[in-house]
């Protein structure tokens, strides 16, 4: 980060335009049981943390929502105020927990850190940080709190222009990944159709973010992860949870948006060796309906075209010439279609590494985004102990709790089931 000093240490730095397309949201994370240091032993670790400088992105506070600023006398003040403890949230449900975070959330505060007994819980501004930050930073946080060392990714310098760079690396010493952008073609699925768009009526409405988490069991990965790898066409990892979901909530009533979106961490089109700790991730579109080949081949020609790239480079464009004004709807379409977003943590070894106490209780992971739009169903998903960990974020103004509740339940134990239903109505 390029930064200009403002007198007595603080620095003025310029936001990017992929940090302010983050702007306004956050991620909520609940993690337990964990070995837990005290709440001054944290204070001290994330004052060492934001003391890094601005690359380490905690550090920093934005201004007017062109610039952050860095104001190092001011940190341990900061760290103060990041570190709060909240009981009462130690036995709630972890849906509950969760959504309880939104009345943590301090405006300007770039991350908070809720203790709550055994729980770690975290609030991080989507806007200085995404997904690969979040999963390094529970183990990172207590081990620093321990006398640890500062782990090199919250040290290292990062590139000044990672989105020019990535652009360069993808795009201008390959030509040839931009014939292949511009024929990429969105994969239409026969069973649904393009109709002409229909004005659809609108009601009043007000954003209220509910949380389902669930996990499954060894058994229902392992099933799930041997189906998708043995069938005739393998298919992705990505693509086989988006259709399983798709079908549990469609089981339960809920109407589906004809396309689903995928977040895709852009930092694969950078340099080999080449990292960033800021916000560098997108949503793609995700065609082909519940066609579970089409889904899949969707999201293969779009990565593999640099579509990605291409788009948060669009977006980042429009937002550096008109920014956008980003604020909650105050009506949404009566009939509610749910269109499901996925973001995929996979095999998480960073967040396998947390101190987890191992007494015969289960792990609790779990991550959910807020605010949400009216018609998002957003699911993250992980893997810890070789158990499907997912959490879910809507509204339930737009959606029943219950039956999103019975949804997801299904999702994490009996994927296959819900994968076989939707291939034998496609060969019927």
């Known amino acids: 980060m390029t930064a200009a000093s403002t007198g007595r240490g603080v620095a003025r730095l ?6 302010r397309l983050g702007s306004g949201i956050h991620i909520l994370s609940v993690f337990g049981p964990v070995a837990l240091p005290g709440r001054e032993a944290l204070v001290d670790a994330v004052w060492r943390i934001l003391s890094v400088g601005p690359d380490a992105r905690l550090g920093l506070r934005a201004v007017d929502g062109r610039e952050w600023e860095y104001a190092p006398e001011s940190l341990r003040e900061v ?123 609108s009601i009043g409405w007000n954003g209220s973010t509910s949380v389902v988490v669930a996990a499954g069991s060894k058994a229902s990965f392992k099933a799930l992860h041997n189906w998708l790898r043995r069938r005739d066409e393998p298919v992705s990892f990505g693509a086989g949870v988006i259709v399983a979901l798709r079908a549990a909530l ?69 937002e550096s010439v008109r920014p956008a004004r980003r604020v909650l709807p105050a009506s949404t379409p009566a009939h509610a279609r749910a269109r499901v977003v996925l973001s995929n943590l996979g095999l998480n070894r ?57 949804a997801v339940r299904a999702f994490v134990d009996d994927p296959v089931a819900l994968l076989d239903g939707v291939v034998s109505r496609e060969d019927a």
């Open 79 to 201: 760290a103060e105020r990041m570190v709060v403890e909240a009981p009462e949230l130690a036995t709630r449900e972890l849906s509950e927990a969760l959504e309880g975070l939104v009345a943590h959330i301090e405006p300007g505060l770039p991350m908070r850190v809720v203790l709550a007994g055994d729980r770690l819980l975290l609030i991080l501004d989507h806007g200085v940080v995404d997904a690969r930050f979040t999963t390094r930073l529970p183990a990172t946080l207590v081990a620093v709190a321990g006398g640890g060392e500062i782990p090199a990714w919250l040290t290292a310098e990062g590139i000044s222009r990672p989105l020019w760079t990535a652009f360069v690396e993808t795009f201008a010493k390959h030509p040839g990944r931009v014939v292949a952008l511009l024929r990429a073609r969105r994969v239409e699925s026969p069973v649904a159709p393009r109709i002409a768009p229909v004005e659809r009526p």
């Open 350 to 406: 960073p967040l396998q590494s947390i101190p987890w106490i191992r007494d015969g209780r289960s792990i609790e992971a779990a991550s959910a985004v807020h605010p949400i739009a009216p018609e998002t169903v957003a699911a993250q998903l992980m893997v810890l102990d070789g158990v499907l960990h997912v959490a879910v974020s809507y509204n339930d103004t737009s959606f029943d709790r219950e039956a999103v509740q019975r």
């Open 250 to 318: 469609a089981a339960e009533g809920l109407r589906l948006s004809p396309d689903s979106e995928m977040v895709y961490d852009v930092r694969g089109y950078l340099p080999s060796g080449v990292d960033t700790t800021g916000n560098f991730v997108t949503g793609i579109p995700v065609t082909g309906g519940d066609d579970l080949t089409a889904v899949d081949r969707s999201i293969a020609q779009t990565t593999s075209s640099g579509r990605p790239l291409a788009a948060l480079m669009a977006g980042a464009i429009k």
């Open 14 to 19: 310029p936001m990017r335009a992929v940090d």
